[in-house]
């Protein structure tokens, strides 16, 4: 499985983005899927995970009711979204796709296959 990140960029506080995560490979729909993100200085932290079937989606607290995690398994397309709405400057970091052939997890170390990162840089 291979994962490419896209759609950041640099956006003012309140804005959205949509980033994409196109992934290539085998079996793809059977893999659970995440977001996460790096800021400078920091660790990588968990943002939001969504279930290889599409019925069970989960968020930091941090960006709950404002990141909608999404998947696109439909005709070969094998897309993951994240759809962030009110960002905030410190939602500013790399996001990161990953893919989890067994774990349904918030866990770093559980994650397969990671995408090359996407910048968020959120201005205020």
């Known amino acids: 499985v291979q994962l490419q990140a896209s759609g950041g960029g640099l956006v003012q506080a309140g804005d959205s983005l949509r980033l994409s995560c196109a992934a290539s490979?085998?079996?793809?729909?059977?893999?659970?899927m995440g977001w996460f993100r790096q800021a400078p200085g920091k660790e990588r932290e968990f943002v939001a995970r969504?279930?290889?079937?599409?019925?069970?989606?989960?968020?930091a607290d941090s960006v709950k009711g404002r990141f909608t995690i999404s998947r696109d398994n439909a005709n070969a397309k094998y897309m993951v979204y994240l759809q962030m709405n009110s960002l905030k400057p410190e939602d500013t970091a790399v996001y990161y796709c990953?893919?989890?052939?067994?774990?349904?997890?918030?866990?770093?170390?559980?994650?397969?296959?990671w995408g090359q990162g996407t910048q968020v840089t959120v201005s205020s």
């Open positions: 969504i279930s290889w079937s599409d019925t069970r989606t989960d968020y």
């Open positions: 990953a893919a989890s052939s067994l774990y349904y997890t918030s866990r770093i170390d559980r994650y397969d296959y």
């Open positions: 490979g085998r079996f793809f729909n059977n893999y659970h």
